[in-house]
């Protein structure tokens, strides 16, 4: 059984900055595309930034890209998401996803492609 921590969510102001870890364990890590998904109040989970198992190739949703970054340590089971240039429409909830493939496709940017997800992490940003 895949288990998956977020941390480093909380309140930051516009234009601040905060770095979101997810820490996994039960199961193989390195084979597998992670995923960074979000859930804002009254609307539906959307995908943010995906990575495939050796970390050079990534997803990024529109709305997040060159804001934000994914990456991924397998040595020690974590993905990061570093957030930048906060905006308070990138108030959600924040999902880390750990995904049923291997092979690095538009998929990726998909919730079905996904297994495991973690329990979340608020992010909240002030005006």
């Known amino acids: 059984q895949v288990q998956l921590l977020e941390s480093g969510g909380g309140l930051a102001q516009a234009g601040g900055a905060l770095t979101l870890s997810c820490a996994a364990s039960g199961d193989i890590f390195r084979d597998y595309v992670m995923g960074w998904f979000r859930q804002a109040p009254g609307k539906e989970r959307e995908f943010v930034a995906a990575?495939?198992?050796?970390?050079?190739?990534?997803y990024y949703a529109d709305s997040v890209q060159g804001r934000f970054t994914i990456s991924r340590d397998n040595a020690k089971n974590t993905v990061f998401l570093p957030m930048n240039s906060l905006k308070p429409e990138d108030t959600a909830v924040y999902y880390c996803?750990?995904?049923?493939?291997?092979?690095?496709?538009?998929?990726?940017?998909?919730?079905?492609?996904?297994?495991?997800w973690g329990q979340g992490t608020r992010v909240t940003v002030s005006s």
């Open positions: 990575i495939n198992w050796s970390g050079d190739r990534t």
């Open positions: 996803a750990r995904s049923s493939i291997r092979v690095f496709t538009v998929l990726a940017k998909t919730s079905t492609a996904y297994e495991y």
